[in-house]
Each structure stands twice: as structure tokens, then as C-alpha cells.
């Protein structure tokens, strides 16, 4: 009987063989995977072995060949049979066809423009990659996101031994109009601290963002967060009140601190330079909270600003800093402070900052 090999890494220690082999078989429930590990046409070393069996780094996991063919003609039928599901509930006219076919070509477009993302390096090692996000593309998708972009790179430019089972993935995440600092993991090791220290609140974040109004003094806003569901306005997806109360159900603490750096104006209205500290990492935080304390970011229409004509940015908020604990940056030898230049448009509106943009 033909087997094929697959050789652990390191990222692999500890995780159970039943995991690992679910994703060369996805199309196989648990209960038939069992099954082949008990009939041998799943080993470890050439031995037969039990599902619960901890993987160790450089064992050699050999899978019966024919159990990949089966696994991907069933995927490939599955797959079959979604899509003509769909084409028989689908009704459409011609003209709906034809503009259908005008979006996936827009999105063809749009997708190449995307794939071929340049993003720049702050800082790697053997655990992370730090990267400074560009403006106007999604961190998590498929072909079209940052992640399939830095993942190929981490991919094409690692010499440590592939993992079967962990794969490079960003490690928090910013909105797709968000420019700065982004993290991403290269190791399970890493992932998995960074994600401890994230969760305890020990990794501080620092924004730098353009807020309609005159914030005259530093602010501490501690308010409520919750999703909300509203077709009308697609982006405006989570509802800031003021205070935080537990009796309210699927709502999260916020807390941002905003501190004025300088101010100017656009079209005659007050804007002010601000630095946010947050002290909790929510979606759509800082957006959130400085519309509900009366200084949206400048363009960010969906949190009720006005539009700003002056650029193509919808709005203007970049992560400008992030802190780790000095045991984790000693543990994983990297600086404590990771700092990311502020982008050179946001002098448009503060032309006498270059002290602040260039640090």
C-alpha cells in the first residue's frame, strides 16, 4: 500500500495526531479518522499509534494515499454540489447576469490590486513579523487580504521547517482604512504569548488619529461597546454609550484616553491632532467613543463626521506605537517599544508637526 509523509516541525509539538490529520482529510468525520488510525492507514514512525497520540517534532506522519484521493474528490463533489444548489435557487434576469459579471470583474480588479499589497517592515524574528499596514485593505480574507499577502512572504522568505499544523496569521487587527503597526506571528510560541499578554491588557497600544473639534485637554473615556445590526448603514456596526453598566447584555468596557497634540482647521471648523492610549482593544473603539464624546475622526461618515473632500482617505487614524512588557520583549529579544512613522498626509493638515510626524 502507497503512503504519503508528512514530516512535523517544531510548531507542532504536543498537538494531538487526530488534529493534525483533520486537516489533510477535512472531508472526514472525526469517527472514520478513528478508524484509520485503528486499521493502520494511519501511522507515526511506521507504528501504529492511537488518535490521542501527542506529536513530537521530526515524526513522521504517513497517510495512505488513496485516503487523500477519496478526501479531495469528496471535497471537490461538496463543492459540486453547493454550487448547483445555488444556480438552481438563483432567478435572475439578463441584466441582473450582466451586472453581476461587471462586479466579479470589478473584483477581479480590485483583488490584483490587493494581492499585490506592498506593505513596509518595522521589525521580524524568528516569532514575529512586524509590519506597517497600508490604508485601504482588509487584514483578514482570502486572496484579496493582508494576511495571504504576508503569509506568502513569511512563506517564501522562512528557512525554519514548515508546520502541518500552525500557520502564520495576524495576531490583533486594525480596520481596513487603519494604517500602522500590525503584528503577525511566525512560530506557536510566539502566537500564543502574545495572545496571553494581549489579553491581560499587559500590550499597550498607542494611536494617532485627526478628530473634528477643539479637544482642549486629555480625556479619559470609559463607556459601553456593543455590536448592533443595521442595514442602512453598513459600517456603522457597533454603538458607544456612556458608562458601562454589566446589566447590559453583549456590551463591552471601552476605556480610551485622548490627548490633544495640536490643532488647526479644515473648511473653517476646529480639527485637533489627538494621541489615543486604549486601554482595551474593542472594534471600532476609538471610532466609536469619539463620536459619542463629540469629536469624530475627521471623513469617518459612518460615525456621523462630515465628508472630507480634501482627500481620498475616509478618515485618518494610525497606530502609531505599541509597548510589550520588558520580560516579553527580553524573552523574545526585541525592542520594548516598536514605533511606526506617522504618514506624510496627515501634514496636510498640520504642516507645523513635523516634530511629532518624525519621531
Excluded at 441582473?96 to 524574528?125: G, L, P, W
Excluded at 494611536?207 to 486629555?218: H, P, R, S
Amino acid at each position: 500500500m502507497d503512503f504519503k509523509d508528512f514530516e512535523t516541525g517544531i510548531d507542532d509539538e504536543d498537538r494531538r495526531l487526530d488534529k493534525i490529520v483533520r486537516r489533510f482529510l477535512p472531508a472526514s468525520p472525526l469517527s472514520d479518522i478513528y478508524k484509520y488510525i485503528r486499521k493502520t492507514l494511519i501511522k507515526v514512525n511506521r507504528k501504529k499509534t492511537s488518535p490521542d497520540y501527542h506529536i513530537q517534532h521530526n515524526d513522521k506522519i504517513s497517510i495512505a494515499a488513496f485516503l487523500l484521493t477519496k478526501n479531495s474528490a469528496e471535497s471537490e463533489n461538496a463543492k459540486s454540489m453547493q454550487t448547483e444548489n445555488v444556480t438552481k435557487t438563483e432567478n435572475v434576469t439578463k441584466t441582473e447576469n450582466v451586472t453581476k459579471t461587471e462586479n466579479v470583474h470589478k473584483k477581479n480588479i480590485q483583488k490584483k490590486t490587493e494581492a499585490d499589497c506592498n506593505f513596509q517592515i518595522i521589525f521580524q524574528n524568528d516569532d514575529f513579523l512586524i509590519i506597517s499596514k497600508p490604508y485601504g485593505i482588509s487584514v483578514h480574507g482570502k486572496e484579496n487580504s493582508l494576511d495571504t499577502c504576508v503569509r506568502n512572504y513569511i512563506s517564501e522568505h522562512s528557512e525554519k521547517q514548515k508546520s502541518l499544523s500552525f500557520h502564520p496569521g495576524p495576531l490583533h487587527r486594525l480596520d481596513r482604512n487603519t494604517t500602522g503597526i500590525l503584528v503577525f506571528s511566525k512560530s506557536l510560541k510566539g502566537a500564543r504569548r502574545f495572545s496571553e499578554e494581549l489579553a491581560s491588557h499587559q500590550i499597550q497600544k498607542k494611536y494617532i488619529g485627526i478628530m473634528q473639534g477643539n479637544l482642549k485637554e486629555k480625556q479619559l473615556w470609559k463607556d459601553s461597546i456593543e455590536k448592533i445590526n443595521n442595514d442602512e448603514k453598513k459600517f456603522h456596526t457597533v454603538k458607544a454609550s456612556y458608562g458601562h453598566s454589566q446589566k447590559e447584555e453583549g456590551s463591552m468596557h471601552a476605556i480610551t484616553q485622548a490627548t490633544p497634540l495640536s490643532h488647526s482647521f479644515y473648511k473653517g471648523k476646529d480639527i485637533t491632532l489627538t494621541e489615543f492610549h486604549i486601554l482595551t482593544g474593542r472594534k471600532h473603539q476609538i471610532r466609536a467613543q469619539s463620536a459619542l464624546h463629540g469629536y469624530p475622526l475627521l471623513g469617518d461618515t459612518a460615525y456621523g463626521a462630515r465628508k472630507n473632500v480634501h482627500s481620498k482617505k475616509e478618515y485618518f487614524l494610525h497606530a502609531v506605537e505599541m509597548m510589550f512588557p520588558a520580560e516579553f520583549a527580553e524573552e523574545f529579544k526585541m525592542p520594548q517599544t516598536i514605533n511606526c512613522k506617522v504618514p506624510e498626509d496627515f501634514l496636510e493638515f498640520f504642516p507645523d508637526c513635523n516634530d511629532i510626524f518624525h519621531t
